[in-house]
């Protein structure tokens, strides 16, 4: 008999509940297997829809979920006690998955017969996608916890997602993305064993219930290998440092989202056929296979998906599973002296940077020196500076560019969905009308009950469900505990890295025009202020740019990620700078430039030019453009030289010199 496919996933969720509870059902019957949710940016780092620092950012990447009301619309008529619910939740995924317990309870579902993954990876958080809240210490007690109650209470749950996925899209190279994530596990477990909530005999069933999330990119054999090299090291890791002894309870487990990294703006047609040997990177060794794909929609590079974009994603793993004959025998690589040296290469190479990050300290440790962060910045910015000088080839980005027009791309504002303009005052409206209505007293006392816990070394779960029983909201759950835990900002990885070594003629221009510039201006360094408005933590392009920024002679002043307009508008006054640069992945760039750019006009600095960056519809940039923003630059600009030809030049329009 044939193998059983993977469960079949696409990553979605948007608005609100209401219309993110369509699209599950819509995808569900077109023969989708499971339910990953995206939540957006202020659920997943604990502010409600009317805090300030969610303003742009709600509804965006992800669906609103503030309260257990929202997670009840979210799955209304969808039986939780039959799905299997993937939720991409880190620093609040233990308030998500108290309110998805609190929801399938209502509807009659014994948490017992929950089936399901949270992320809740936060180490990796602190590396790559920045919706981290707490310091590490404090966010590894709030995993240790999670862990301990779901072993004991929702047995067939993960708890745990380890996500290499996010390490890649930041850089890593295959060797980074095995040591780094199995580093994550190892500080996990051991913090687990440490805490004493599981005993010694049900510690087998932590291991057991510990999944990975990867990435699989375009260079497919690599990537295989890669999967075979983890799922060999993961079996030595639990028998030889946890005595894992049931095999079942080694296996290791895994879900993959292949490649978004690797997705071109520039003949974004070519994002299929790469999506599809991504796949087959993690599905064509059985022994390496993964559990649950997910795959990115072709236009991902250009705004947010359509249901159709979706559909087409999941159609092609449909066809995989369902029309080839993939599923019908064993492994097809066992005995390949090929393969098999490729995996021992990247066995050898992991097992070396696990034991560099071990005498660390370890990965908490590891973050906190910086030391992984700055590993990952400069791995990005040499497959950067590869792509420019063509030694990486992409195609229809730095080889054969030539392209004949594309049916699909014909009307660009129609080949993405645009975001509800409205979602994000509904979801105010909404929060505001579901405090008025509860019991504001036994909020209160449900909160002070999570600050009391948190202050104990008493598993936090069980005082997290009452505060979502009682009715209160994420903003406020993470509120309590920031009072207790406080908050962190991570090291920025900027510092030291250098992203060109030698400097070729284009470069050595550019740095001479810089000092020109500097010069003729008083005599000193252009500064460049590199600034992360709103709530989004995917910073890789704000690092690369700040590293080049150095390269080419600016005084780059970056404070990393989360930051609102009025502290960039100060930092850009307090710094004297000469340019500002907003980045922006996450849809919020209309609200938030300008934010900004009025901020900067109030304190009087008109002629500091603002350049911006992200993933911006050609609609949105022009529009941007005739309100003043000096350039716009999107994934298709991959010159980082050229870029800073462009700012070097907007600079000295701004100040008269041309």
């Given at each position: 008999m044939p193998d059983k496919p993977w469960v079949m996933r696409t990553y979605a969720g948007h608005s609100s509940a209401a219309e993110s509870n369509a699209l599950y059902r819509r995808n569900l019957a077109k023969g989708q297997t499971g339910l990953s949710v995206a939540f957006d940016l202020p659920t997943q780092t604990g502010y409600d829809p009317d805090h300030v620092l969610s303003r742009g950012e709600v509804g965006k990447v992800g669906v609103p979920i503030p309260h257990v009301g929202a997670m009840r619309r979210?799955?209304?008529?969808?039986?939780?006690?039959?799905?299997?619910?993937?939720?991409?939740?880190?620093?609040?995924?233990?308030?998500?998955?108290?309110?998805?317990?609190?929801?399938?309870?209502?509807?009659?579902?014994?948490?017992?017969?929950?089936?399901g993954t949270t992320q809740n990876d936060i180490i990796k958080e602190y590396l790559s996608r920045g919706t981290y809240v707490f310091p590490p210490e404090a966010s590894m007690r709030l995993t240790t916890d999670m862990?301990?109650?779901?072993?004991?209470?929702?047995?067939?749950?993960?708890?745990?997602?380890?996500?290499?996925?996010?390490?890649?899209?930041?850089?890593?190279?295959?060797?980074?993305?095995?040591?780094?994530?199995?580093?994550?596990a190892i500080a996990v477990l051991d913090a687990v064993k440490d805490s004493g909530q599981v005993p010694e005999d049900k510690f087998e069933k932590v291991v057991g219930r510990i999944s990975f999330f990867v990435n699989a990119g375009v260079r497919f054999i690599e990537e295989m290998c890669k999967m075979r090299a983890f799922t060999q090291l993961w079996e030595e890791i639990a028998r030889e440092r946890y005595g894992v002894t049931d095999e079942k309870m080694r296996r290791f487990r895994y879900g993959v989202q292949v490649n978004s990294l690797g997705l071109t703006e520039a003949q974004p047609e070519n994002n299929v056929q790469r999506i599809v040997l991504e796949m087959l990177g993690v599905t064509l060794s059985k022994r390496a296979r993964a559990r649950a794909v997910q795959l990115p929609a072709w236009n991902e590079a250009l705004g947010l998906p359509r249901p159709w974009d979706q559909q087409w994603s999941l159609r092609l793993q449909q066809v995989l599973a369902f029309e080839s004959d993939l599923l019908e025998y064993e492994d097809i690589f066992?005995?390949?002296?090929?393969?098999?040296?490729?995996v021992n290469e990247l066995a050898e190479g992991a097992k070396a940077e696990i034991d560099r990050v071990q005498a660390m300290g370890g990965a908490v440790a590891a973050v906190e020196s910086g030391y992984m962060k700055q590993a990952l910045v400069s791995s990005h910015a040499e497959r950067r500076a590869k792509i420019e000088s063509g030694e990486l080839k992409v195609v229809g980005v730095n080889c054969y560019t030539e392209t004949e027009p594309s049916p699909l791309t014909e009307d660009l504002d129609a080949a993405i969905m645009l975001?509800?303009?409205?979602?994000?005052?509904?979801?105010?409206?909404?929060?505001?009308?579901?405090?008025?209505?509860?019991?504001?007293?036994?909020?209160?006392?449900?909160?002070?009950?999570?600050?009391?816990?948190?202050?104990?070394?008493?598993?936090?779960?069980?005082?997290?469900?009452?505060?979502?029983r009682a009715g209160a909201t994420v903003g406020?759950?993470?509120?309590?505990?920031?009072?207790?835990?406080?908050?962190?900002?991570?090291?920025?990885?900027?510092?030291?890295?250098?992203?060109?070594?030698?400097?070729?003629?284009?470069?050595?221009?550019?740095?001479?025009?810089?000092?020109?510039?500097?010069?003729?201006?008083?005599?000193?360094?252009l500064r460049f202020l590199v600034g992360k408005p709103g709530l989004d933590g995917h910073s890789n392009g704000a690092e690369q740019?700040?590293?080049?920024?150095?390269?080419?002679?600016?005084?780059?002043?970056?404070?990393?990620?989360?930051?609102?307009?009025?502290?960039?508008?100060?930092?850009?006054v307090a710094e004297d700078v000469d340019v500002v640069g907003l980045s922006i992945l996450s849809g919020s760039h209309m609200e938030l430039v300008p934010d900004v750019q009025r901020g900067l006009s109030e304190a009087g600095l008109d002629n500091v030019p603002i350049i911006v960056g992200g993933i911006i519809p050609d609609s949105d940039g022009r529009k941007l453009e005739a309100a003043g923003i000096a350039a716009v630059f999107t994934p298709k600009d991959f010159g980082m030289t050229?870029?800073?030809?462009?700012?070097?030049?907007?600079?000295?329009?701004?100040?008269?010199?041309?």
């Open positions: 979210l799955f209304q008529d969808i039986p939780l006690d039959e799905m299997n619910t993937s939720m991409t939740i880190n620093a609040t995924a233990m308030w998500l998955l108290a309110m998805y317990q609190v929801a399938a309870e209502e509807q009659g579902v014994d948490a017992a017969a929950l089936a862990i301990a109650y779901t072993v004991n209470n929702i047995p067939k749950w993960n708890p745990l997602n380890i996500s290499s996925y996010h390490l890649q899209e930041a850089g890593a190279t295959p060797v980074q993305e095995l040591a780094f994530s199995l580093s994550t066992d005995g390949s002296h090929v393969i098999e040296a490729k975001a509800d303009p409205q979602a994000e005052a509904n979801a105010i409206a909404d929060v505001q009308q579901w405090r008025d209505q509860r019991d504001q007293a036994a909020v209160d006392e449900a909160l002070a009950r999570v600050q009391a816990v948190a202050k104990t070394d008493e598993n936090l779960m069980e005082a997290t469900l009452a505060a979502v406020e759950w993470a509120g309590s505990l920031r009072e207790v835990f406080g908050e962190y900002r991570a090291p920025t990885g900027v510092g030291g890295v250098v992203g060109v070594t030698e400097a070729g003629a284009e470069l050595t221009a550019v740095r001479e025009e810089v000092r020109r510039t500097g010069e003729e201006l008083g005599g000193r360094r740019v700040a590293v080049r920024a150095r390269d080419a002679g600016f005084e780059v002043i970056y404070q990393g990620i989360r930051l609102t307009p009025d502290q960039i508008v100060s930092a850009a050229d870029i800073m030809g462009r700012v070097v030049a907007e600079i000295r329009k701004a100040n008269g010199l041309d």
